[in-house]
């Protein structure tokens, strides 16, 4: 029986008590058996539900332990639990709780909040959810401007635009106030440290003679842009007497 008591044990105590009673206790054998016997049933019921509470006990009682990666990390981490360990996995939000032979699944952190849709509420709103979804990716859309005033000569210009997201080239536009009389050609470098520079560009930002904006040919050998790039201009050739020139870099993130 639970907490180490039997019920040979409850009756020779019984026993016991009636042998040394007083004056006033059942007088003969027959009433004496018939009170041991009830005595016996109650104990007897006593100890069944001590053992049921136990029980239930056992099996519902929640230790909470810190959590783990996921069920793998569980078993390295915990490898002697106890009866009521219970320990959440973060990559997945599962709960385990340890019924003395296994791990078993309890439930799932967030499992009754619902991903939105279109045609239900969940995280979100389904109305957030559609208003969301009509933002055009456009408005992610970054711009660099690089200007150089006046006259414009070959060199590598000394504005330096770094850039704090992470993200993508999609496009390069040139315009100058004032058209060469002769073909200009630029390209775009970026670094991390100022030091050393990467060309990106796989065909050159190009203006032709007399035009004031570029012919639209530029392309990227190199699209990724990572958190922390810097950039700078570098005019490769200056058309004569191009001048004003302002140059857009997008980049998407």
Known sequence: MSNGITLAHVE???????????PG???DSGETE???????????????????????????????????????????QYPSPEIGWTVQTYKDGKRYRYDGQ????IDVFGQNLQVVNSDMDGLMSRAEHLKLNEIPLEVQDRVMVFCKESRVYPEVLGILAPFP???????????C?????????????????????????????????????DDGEATFET?????GDIFRINIVEAGSNIQHLTIQL???T
């Open 102 to 105: 296994t791990w078993v699944e």
């Open 177 to 213: 106030g004032v058209s060469g009389d002769t073909a200009t050609e630029i390209r775009i470098e970026r670094s991390k440290d100022l030091i050393h520079w990467q060309d990106v560009m796989g065909s050159p930002l190009k203006f032709e003679a007399f035009q004031h904006q």
């Open 165 to 175: 997201f992470n993200g993508e080239i999609l496009h390069v536009k040139g315009y």
């Open 12 to 22: 020779s105590l019984i026993r016991e008590a009636v042998k040394h009673s007083g």
């Open 34 to 76: 018939l009170a041991i016997k009830r005595a016996l049933e109650a104990a007897g019921e006593a100890l069944q539900a001590a053992g049921k509470a136990k029980e239930a006990y056992q099996t519902t009682r929640l230790v909470y332990q810190s959590p783990v990666a996921d069920f793998e990390e569980l078993s390295m």
């Open 250 to 252: 997008t980049i998407r």
């Open 25 to 27: 206790q059942p007088g």
């Open 223 to 227: 699209k990724k842009v990572e958190a």
